[in-house]
T-cell receptor, first 118, second 109 residues
Framework: EAGVTQSPTHLIKTRGQQATLRCSPI?????VYWYQQALGLGLQFLLW???????NRGNFPPRFSGRQFPNYSSELNVNALELEDSALYLC?????????????????FGSGTQLSVL | KQEVTQIPAALSVPEGENLVLNCSFT??????LQWFRQDPGKGLTSLLL?????REQTSGRLNASLDKSSGRSTLYIAASQPGDSATYLC????????FGAGTTVTVRA
């Protein structure tokens, strides 16, 4: 069974540009989570999508946005890139129930997209 | 706001020694606690999930305990091996998953 896949593996952008990161969850998983892991910092929660809807959002500015498609894959878009956006962006999926958190389902993570903003 | 703390930040032990990793959290109203392993530049691998009603979970050489009332969890790794070298993260789920900064473990051959 394929795990969570993320693309691209690496992405290099310059300040002010836009970045689009993609994630395909494990087959059958409806929930997708995005996390940012900046160097020296812990994982910071960005967004949670379930059944095509944004369920929760972390403490990030609006230029971080995303969506979930009918096949449950997801995109994370970062507009007006800043140097401090350089980080490893991790996507995770679970088979959580619609509209709830606390699903007691394990999260399965992809290998991440390393975004470098120059 | 949930805050998750992991102590120590780094740990180096000789092969064969048992590992004890600590995690504490500030808000005990959690659904579950998970332990993850992260290898350098890689994603996370879920090791154990302890539901809020449980006290511990075991998988092979790994055992994790949870004391929700005191906001603590401990991950024990028995008879450590060089392949156990990685960063171990704990995360608690309330309305979202909040991660600690991790403990980086080095097991010396």
């Amino acid at each position: 069974e394929a795990g969570v896949t993320q693309s691209p593996t690496h992405l290099i952008k310059t300040r002010g540009q836009q970045a689009t990161l993609r994630c395909s969850p494990i087959s059958g998983h409806t929930s997708v989570y995005w996390y940012q892991q900046a160097l020296g910092l812990g994982l910071q929660f960005l967004l949670w999508y379930d059944e095509g809807e944004e369920r929760n959002r972390g403490n990030f500015p609006p230029r971080f946005s995303g969506r979930q498609f009918p096949n449950y894959s997801s995109e994370l878009n970062v507009n007006a890139l800043e140097l401090e956006d350089s980080a490893l962006y991790l996507c995770a999926s679970s088979s959580g129930s619609t509209g709830t958190s606390g699903t007691n389902e394990k999260l399965f993570f992809g290998s991440g997209t390393q975004l470098s903003v120059l | 706001k949930q805050e998750v703390t992991q102590i120590p930040a780094a740990l180096s032990v000789p092969e064969g020694e048992n590992l004890v990793l600590n995690c504490s959290f500030t808000d005990s109203a959690i659904y579950n606690l998970q332990w993850f392993r992260q290898d350098p530049g890689k994603g996370l691998t879920s090791l154990l999930l302890i539901q809020s009603s449980q006290r511990e979970q075991t998988s092979g050489r790994l055992n994790a305990s949870l004391d929700k009332s005191s906001g603590r969890s401990t991950l024990y790794i028995a008879a450590s091996q060089p392949g156990d070298s990685a960063t171990y993260l704990c995360a608690v789920e309330d309305y979202k998953l909040s991660f600690g900064a991790g403990t980086t473990v080095t097991v010396r051959a």
